[in-house]
């Protein structure tokens, strides 16, 4: 049986968080800001019933938006050195493409590890 897929997916992991098995940590990321969404628009329906309920809900939503960032700088690492990557790139890059290019990285900007399969080189020098 003959296969034409124009996209591999069995020998080329098509993202390197996949690759390095934290996949699941965009899933509590996105649930995070999920909860937060939820939290701002609550918050923007309730001013129906008052402000206090309101300024409650956007302080909520607004530090659980926070903190999910915070971790998710964090949380993602190189496999090998640890480098928090994300971090690096949020403050590494432009604004418009740093999401862009943490998603399209190869190998580690600290150690060299290629990241889309986990490969870890040779120490050098
Ligand atoms: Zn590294």
């Not at 699941?24 to 939290?39: E, R």
């Not at 949020?90 to 190998?107: K, Q, T």
Request: proline share 6%; charged share 20%.
């Amino acid at each position: 049986m003959k296969r034409h897929s124009p996209v591999p997916q069995a020998e080329e992991p098509g993202n390197w968080i996949v690759a390095t098995h934290q996949a699941w940590k965009l899933y509590i990321t996105l649930a995070g800001f999920g909860g937060a969404l939820i939290c701002f628009t609550l918050g923007f329906f309730s001013l129906a019933y008052g402000r206090e309920r309101f300024y409650a809900l956007i302080a909520s939503g607004f530090f659980l938006g926070v903190a999910t960032f915070f971790w998710f700088t964090v949380a993602i690492r190189c496999p090998r050195c640890e480098s928090k990557l994300v971090w690096k790139m949020a403050m590494g890059r432009p604004h418009s493409s740093w999401v862009i290019d943490l998603a399209a990285l190869e190998e580690c900007p600290d150690c060299g590890a290629d990241l889309r399969t986990g490969d870890i080189p040779g120490e050098q020098g």
